[in-house]
């Protein structure tokens, strides 16, 4: 899973091609909702960051901050050309490339990061799910299941996370960029999610923790309690 910050004179049309290419290939990407609090997210295993940067370092979090509320995350920085880039001078980061670059060479360097994608090869299996690459499907016991790609997005997601996950949360899993989603539309996403399962007789799939949020329900993940 990877986060993707953006500071506000960054072009906004490079951020939304580049979170386009990466959930393309696969990747669980989070773009944070604008009042959504980095501990909000702290239960979620990323395994990258990638911040975009200019002149300006607004709308980004220090590098401390980074390290202190995910320890186990690596750092990729995103610059454009930009000389006097405060994050050269300030330790932490772990790799950084300065435009042009290529989205390949993004992808490479996440990659080496041990960020998780999906390649055509790879399933993810949860008792009867059968997870693919093709983000319109999914295998659900012996029936292949209609989805839609923020339905598919949501399943990845709970099915990484053990622990419950509130309704902004997801909804910085599905954002595009600059934009912030609605959380009152992640209902409306879980309701479909759960009609999409009852094609493969499951009656359903997602349930809600009251003031904890959404997770897989048995025998998919954990007893609602």
């Known amino acids: 899973m990877i986060l993707l910050f953006s500071s506000s004179d960054f072009p906004s049309a490079i951020v939304t091609k580049l979170s386009r290419k990466l959930r393309a290939d696969g990747f669980l990407l989070c773009l944070p909702q604008k009042a959504l609090s980095l501990e909000k997210l702290a239960a979620i295993p990323f395994s990258a960051a990638v911040l975009c940067m200019a002149r300006k370092t607004d709308g980004l979090p220090s590098v401390t901050e980074l390290r202190t509320v995910f320890p186990q995350i690596r750092l990729l920085v995103l610059s454009r050309s930009n000389p006097s880039c405060r994050w ?6 772990d790799a950084e490339l300065t435009s042009p670059y290529s989205f390949t060479e993004i992808s490479t360097v996440l990659e080496n990061f041990g960020a998780l994608h999906f390649h055509a090869q790879n399933t993810i299996h949860r008792y009867g799910i059968e997870l693919t690459p093709d983000r319109h499907t999914v295998m659900l016991g012996v029936k292949r299941v ?10 990845h997601l709970l099915i990484r996370c053990p622990d419950p996950t509130e309704a902004d949360v997801i909804a910085s899993f599905l954002r595009c960029p600059r934009h912030d989603l609605p959380t009152n539309s992640i209902p409306i996403h879980i309701h479909n999610l759960n009609s999409a399962a009852q094609q ?4 359903r799939m997602v349930g809600h923790i009251y003031r904890k949020g959404y997770s897989l329900l048995p025998p998919y993940g954990r007893n609602l309690s």
């Open 200 to 203: 493969g007789n499951i009656p």
């Open 88 to 93: 050269r001078s300030i330790p932490g980061t």
């Open 146 to 155: 209609s989805l839609t790609p923020a339905q598919h997005t949501i399943l």
